[in-house]
């Protein structure tokens, strides 16, 4: 993900990438060979800090290390995009929101899928009331398993938080912002059927789910539904977006990356009359091989990089960083003692 926003960066004329730390050299030279300049490199972000070099830190390194690189990172007073999940627990987010409270710079949690152009058509829809009152809202993402990471981190929910909290706190995101209301309570049922229960790593074998169904129920009376397998590696679109209201639904498809397909569609369908329109939402060829996030990781930078310029407050908030993890954990909890969690519990 550190090289994807690298990538991203580069073809941005406002921004360009002036610094790199990591601890493991093979990745920082990977990382160093897409840029073109001669820049420092550090093996410990002590030192980059320390170098007073850059304008913004991106942190894009293991879920379980953000915690202890943000207590440090602090100390600059730098603007900061923070790659998802802020923390692997709610108790580390809030930890990190009490430590920041009068923090004087920009202080962002980097959610993609927000950014993805179909995403964003169908949630300007939903806002502009197209249809109707909301009343449901789901979202399914069905893809290939978890790729590998150095020192298999990802393959062990005490690193990474839980499959519901590593890859999923994305769409818990998009649930509050789409239906504009806090979570009430979590159900969810899931398991590790299928990926990773032939490998092993220092005599462990891996414990993250590989699907499941979560339902959030909001305080407004909305429901979410996520619908997750990650054991469906052909499917043509990754994630797929459905929302009914009480004039009609609209959904959306965002393409995975493996498909080469470079637009989708965004569908109306309207209880009167039948009546149905239909938009086809492009992204730019050169966008979109910056990354595997359907150009949201260059759409994102564009509107941090304008918040920087202009003082504004983040448009991803440390709080909405905190408030999906919570809604994930509660998940990841509600499979593991198989019942409804309330959100309460959390002393959000």
Request: proline letters at 3%.
């Amino acid at each position: 993900m550190g090289r994807e926003h690298i990538r991203n960066i580069d073809i941005i004329e406002e921004a360009e990438v002036v610094a790199l730390s990591d601890p493991h050299n093979d990745s920082l030279q990977e990382s160093l060979s897409l840029l073109g300049n001669d820049i420092p490199t550090f093996n410990n972000h002590n030192e980059l800090v320390n170098a007073n070099l850059v304008d913004a830190f991106i942190i894009s390194s293991p879920n379980y290390t953000h915690i202890d690189i943000l207590k440090d990172i602090i100390i600059s007073n730098k603007h900061l995009l923070i790659e998802k999940p802020l923390c692997t627990t709610t108790n580390d987010c809030k930890e990190f929101k009490d430590l920041t409270k009068n923090y004087p710079a920009i202080i962002w949690t980097a959610m993609e899928y927000r950014y993805m152009p179909p995403i964003q058509k169908m949630i300007n829809e939903i806002h502009k009331n197209t249809i109707g009152n909301l009343h449901m809202l789901s979202i399914r993402e069905h893809r290939f398993p978890f790729l590998k990471k150095i020192n298999d981190w990802n393959r062990f929910s005490i690193n990474s938080g839980g499959t519901l909290v590593e890859k999923c706190c994305h769409f818990f995101d998009l649930m509050r912002l789409i239906i504009k209301s806090e979570p009430k309570q979590v159900y969810a049922s899931g398991n590790q059927d299928v990926n990773h229960l032939d490998e092993t790593f220092n005599g462990k074998t891996p414990d993250i789910i590989d699907n499941a169904y979560v339902i959030v129920d909001f305080k407004n009376g909305v429901r979410g539904l996520l619908d997750l397998c990650m054991f469906a590696e052909n499917s043509v679109y990754q994630e797929e977006l459905c929302a009914v209201g009480k004039l009609g639904k609209i959904e959306t498809a965002v393409p995975s990356n493996r498909s080469g397909i470079a637009s989708s569609e965004l569908r109306i369908g309207f209880r009167k009359n039948n009546q149905t329109k239909k938009e086809i939402v492009e992204v730019d060829r050169k966008i979109l091989e910056a990354g595997h996030h359907h150009g949201s990781t260059y759409y994102e930078h564009k509107v941090f990089i304008k918040a920087i310029q202009n003082n504004l407050l983040p448009e991803v908030s440390l709080n909405d960083g905190l408030k999906a993890v919570a809604i994930g954990e509660a998940a990841e909890l509600s499979i593991k003692e198989e019942r409804i969690v309330l959100m309460s519990e959390f002393n959000l």
